[in-house]
T-cell receptor
Framework: LAKTTQPISMDSYEGQEVNITCSHN???????ITWYQQFPSQGPRFIIQGYKTKVTNEVASLFIPADRKSSTLSLPRVSLSDTAVYYCLVGDRSSSASKIIFGSGTRLSIRP | DGGITQSPKYLFRKEGQNVTLSCEQN?????MYWYRQDPGQGLRLIYYSQIVNDFQKGDIAEGYSVSREKKESFPLTVTSAQKNPTAFYLC????????????????FGDGTRLSIL
């Protein structure tokens, strides 16, 4: 299983760009990298997914280097409402399962 | 609106009692999942099901049971054998992965918070 490592917590201020890096040294060839956001007492919400290079949507950008052993979620101009836990996941493509492993995530705190 | 509905939002269990958490989805998703989340922790997989009438144990299945009689429904029973059931329970669903390079994202419900009386 591809394990991910990300910082436990990060702090930033409104209007700043926030970059959260995730390490996944054992990523498999067929695995995608997926990021979720979770607010307290809610289920995680899908943010962005990518396989290589760069992916951008209306919420965030995802940068993946050529070796795919890490990835960086970039949140442009954060606001207080971006305070949440962010999870980096790598798809489990084992032959008998279709499950995704959630780690402890990165707790992002945005200050005024 | 399509989505995943978990009920109830809050649930209390007495000692020795079994309780069942409901999860229904109208997204036509193939796979469904149950996770447990303890305060300040990530999600841990309890059970998952990729097709109707089939399910597999996750990392912490002891003390829990599930059924998948319909594609839309995946109820979780917390049995009296689960000695520490107080947690936030999350249900998720997704389309089946197809092809070599595919990893469909999961969609989550808003959870059920279970406490012990």
């Amino acid at each position: 299983l591809a394990k991910t490592t990300q910082p436990i917590s990060m702090d930033s201020y409104e209007g700043q760009e926030v970059n959260i890096t995730c390490s996944h040294n054992n990523i498999a060839t067929n695995d995608y990298i997926t990021w979720y956001q979770q607010f307290p007492s809610q289920g995680p919400r899908f943010i962005i997914q990518g396989y290589k290079t760069k992916v951008t949507n209306e919420v965030a950008s995802l940068f993946i280097p050529a070796d795919r052993k890490s990835s960086t979620l970039s949140l442009p101009r954060v606001s207080l409402s971006d305070t949440a836990v962010y999870y980096c996941l790598v798809g489990d493509r084992s032959s008998s399962a279709s499950k995704i492993i959630f780690g402890s995530g990165t707790r992002l705190s945005i200050r005024p | 609106d399509g989505g995943i509905t978990q009920s109830p939002k809050y649930l209390f269990r007495k000692e020795g009692q079994n309780v069942t958490l409901s999860c229904e989805q109208n997204l036509n998703h193939d796979a469904m999942y149950w996770y447990r989340q303890d305060p300040g922790q990530g999600l841990r997989l309890i059970y998952y099901s990729q097709i109707v009438n089939d399910f597999q144990k996750g990392d912490i299945a002891e003390g829990y049971s599930v059924s998948r009689e319909k594609k839309e429904s995946f109820p979780l029973t917390v049995t009296s054998a689960q000695k520490n059931p107080t947690a936030f329970y999350l249900c998720a669903s997704k389309f089946a992965d197809s092809g070599t390079y595919s990893n469909q994202p999961q969609h989550f419900g808003d959870g059920t918070r279970l406490s012990i009386l």
